[in-house]
């Protein structure tokens, strides 16, 4: 293999629950090369071996000729793969936290060839609901670094509200003052996957229809759900208001592709409420939201926001290898600096 | 077949979505005989046959043989077989409504030997978020009619609130006065179903076990979850509130079955709070709950309703087959009256 034209500085990895994406970084963090596998934590490679082979074999195939290419270089992995079910079960570090210390707080392991494998911690947050995420702390790293390099860091002292819609939408509380980052509080809504349970396993997914509607009836739709939770019918919550989904349709109001447009709308639509009404009650109004997350998704939410009088929403891309980047370099991982 | 030592007076259906109930009644009412059969409109029998011949099939092995043996009885059927995928199609009534204009506003149909069937008919509530019902009006019926006969009904005046919780809760408010009760509003919570959903198809699941554990711990469990609702982590809402079942599974909180017990009562607790919020709302304190459901359900929500402050809960047996009763003596079906 001749000498690489941009020589590898970071193998970092995105290891969650059903994917595995391997991100090959240059000297100033870009992407070099992106591989992305189906071998999350719970589908990983069958090798018939012991329990590590299929973390051993996926890893392989994710940077195995990376590493033999560019021998030495640091390898960081966040997600799933440091949870019970992962590859080593890393301890979650405790909300409220600066931001800061998580690239501080790296564990490692070794594969079978002696390679030292960074793993990043997961959050938790000991309230009366507790609260987790494994991969997201990465992506909100990424999100500050992106605003640091964007000139916006002026607005120091402002809260940020960070959002990563999902099939668990996390939505994270920064608050800063001066250079430092807080991260204060987080919250988790299951709507992704409560979206995909009631399509696929309720009456609600009878009358649905996943594609052939018209694109402006859809969008409609989808507004006339999203609106649901402000109104005085939506004081009902969501429990209740998902059964409109159906009466709509068997009034002849919403067709088929527009019933399930108008649910995605009416379980976004109380997420963000509900969002709103917690930061109302902290006193909270964040001065900037940051969305992480895939683009029409991202776009869903940002319609949503912005119904119910979030201002300036902004989507970043690119935030989880700048995350890892940003973690790597936080742990002295990287020779420059 | 010798002459029946209780001669039949209405032979009464409950034909649902899953289930089919048949009861013969004898002169005042009473139950002489039940089946239960596995035939709800949406599994009737293969026969073959055209759209009907499954009803017809159905309807032969409720009740072929009462008719035969006493031919002439009147025929009176709730539930899902007026729907649009039911034995014929009958326009829903709209809410308010007086409770007595239901038994004046039977369907008929015809089967294939010429029987006479009366079908009741749904409910509609026609508001932004549309509500419909089709068999629970006659188990509310059912319900003031055992009111009626307890010597409770003095309380005339005074507003009821009708619980039926299942799949679907319906929660019926019904204003009363003098001899006058006006159904006058109702909610749909897809509690039952959402719960199933949850348990079976999300994440929520995987930590889950059904049976096993400590009957005592699973009380404690459910209560938990009972209250979440109306505290201030409550206000994140169910989308966001049901993560911290598996969360509270993570951090040893809960065993498998505590988990699942804890997102029953988590769910019936999101439910009643937005119940009481939404009374509240409107100025109705209800002076009386009335609940109908399988003993088991109604006993759970019954303790929820409790921890909410409703204070005076009675659980209704017999709704159903007291409410066909009340709606065929209505509808002029019964000679004596």
């Known amino acids: 293999m001749p000498p690489a034209l941009h020589p590898t500085h970071l193998i970092a990895l995105d290891w969650g629950t059903s994917s595995l994406r391997a991100y090959r970084l240059g000297?100033?963090?870009?992407?070099l090369e992106l591989r992305a596998l189906p071998c999350g934590v719970m589908q990983l490679?069958?090798?018939?071996?012991?329990?590590?082979?299929?973390?051993?074999?996926?890893?392989?195939?994710?940077?195995?000729?990376?590493?033999?290419a560019a021998p030495g270089t640091p390898v960081i992995a966040a997600g799933m793969v440091g949870s019970r079910q992962g590859w080593r079960e890393v301890p979650y570090l405790e909300?409220?936290?600066?931001?800061?210390?998580?690239g501080g707080s790296l564990s490692t392991?070794?594969?079978?060839?002696?390679?030292?494998?960074?793993?990043?911690?997961?959050?938790?947050?000991?309230?009366?609901?507790?609260?987790?995420?494994?991969?997201?702390?990465?992506?909100?790293?990424?999100?500050?670094?992106?605003?640091?390099?964007?000139?916006?860091?002026?607005a120091s002292g402002?809260?940020?509200?960070?959002?990563?819609?999902?099939?668990?939408?996390?939505?994270?509380?920064?608050?800063?003052?001066?250079?430092?980052?807080?991260?204060?509080?987080?919250d988790t809504f299951m709507t992704g996957e409560v979206f995909a349970a009631l399509s696929g396993h309720t009456i609600l997914g009878r009358g649905m229809q996943a594609d052939g509607g018209d694109a402006e009836a859809g969008q409609r739709a989808f507004e006339r759900g999203a609106l649901v939770a402000q109104t005085a019918?939506?004081?009902?919550?969501?429990?209740?208001?998902?059964?409109?989904?159906?009466?709509?349709g068997l009034t002849g109001v919403l067709d088929g592709p527009g019933q399930r447009e108008y649910l995605s709308g009416l379980l976004i639509g109380h997420e963000i409420a509900a969002l709103q009404a917690m930061l109302r009650s902290q006193g909270r109004q964040p001065s900037q939201v940051m969305l992480v997350g895939e683009?029409?998704?991202?776009?869903?939410?940002?319609?949503?926001?912005?119904?119910?009088?979030?201002?300036?929403?902004?989507?970043?891309?690119?935030?989880?290898?700048?995350?890892?980047?940003q973690l790597a370099l936080t742990a002295g991982l990287l020779k420059h600096a």
């Open 27 to 31: 000297a100033h963090g870009q992407t």
């Open 45 to 68: 490679p069958q090798t018939g071996g012991d329990g590590e082979s299929g973390f051993e074999a996926a890893f392989e195939q994710a940077c195995g000729d990376w590493l033999r």
């Open 95 to 102: 909300v409220p936290i600066a931001v800061d210390r998580i």
């Open 109 to 154: 392991l070794r594969n079978r060839h002696g390679q030292l494998i960074h793993l990043v911690p997961g959050l938790i947050e000991n309230s009366m609901l507790p609260n987790v995420m494994r991969g997201e702390e990465t992506q909100v790293v990424g999100v500050l670094n992106a605003l640091a390099g964007s000139g916006k860091s002026d």
């Open 158 to 186: 402002q809260d940020i509200l960070v959002g990563l819609p999902g099939t668990h939408s996390k939505w994270v509380q920064i608050r800063r003052s001066g250079a430092q980052s807080q991260l204060a509080h987080f």
């Open 233 to 248: 019918a939506g004081q009902a919550g969501v429990l209740s208001t998902i059964f409109s989904t159906r009466t709509l």
């Open 295 to 325: 683009a029409g998704l991202c776009a869903r939410y940002t319609q949503v926001l912005h119904a119910y009088g979030f201002g300036a929403v902004e989507v970043v891309a690119e935030a989880t290898e700048r995350g890892l980047w």
